[in-house]
């Protein structure tokens, strides 16, 4: 979720700056969740990951839930052109 909104904040400077501190998240998220041998979780990791966004703390639920907030965002910015009926758009000329 995370490689659009960074795609699209390289050429939309109100959005570079969110899209930083998602990674940030991102990356504080993934070392508080990261196990010794890679493959269990701990129960403080698992409460990390699914704990409630309150006084401050994050998680990786509240991470997606912004990140589908900016998706919806960008999404709605893209210009739809129908063409029988449905809906495209990026389309170019073909050449054939």
């Known amino acids: 979720m995370l ?3 960074q795609a699209s ?6 959005l570079r700056e969110r899209a ?4 940030h998240r991102l990356n504080r998220l993934l070392t508080e969740t990261s196990s010794d041998d890679g493959d269990n979780l701990t129960t403080a990791a698992l409460a990390a990951m699914t704990r409630r966004g309150n006084h ?4 990786a639920h509240q991470l997606a839930t912004d990140l589908r907030w900016e998706l919806n965002r960008l999404q709605a910015n893209v210009v739809l ?6 809906d495209t758009y ?3 000329e073909g050449t054939g």
């Open 20 to 23: 930083d501190g998602y990674q």
């Open 56 to 59: 401050g703390l994050d998680s």
């Open 90 to 92: 990026g389309l170019t």
């Open 81 to 86: 052109e129908p063409i029988d009926g449905a």
């Open 3 to 5: 490689e659009p909104v």
């Open 9 to 14: 904040a390289a050429s939309r400077g109100d």
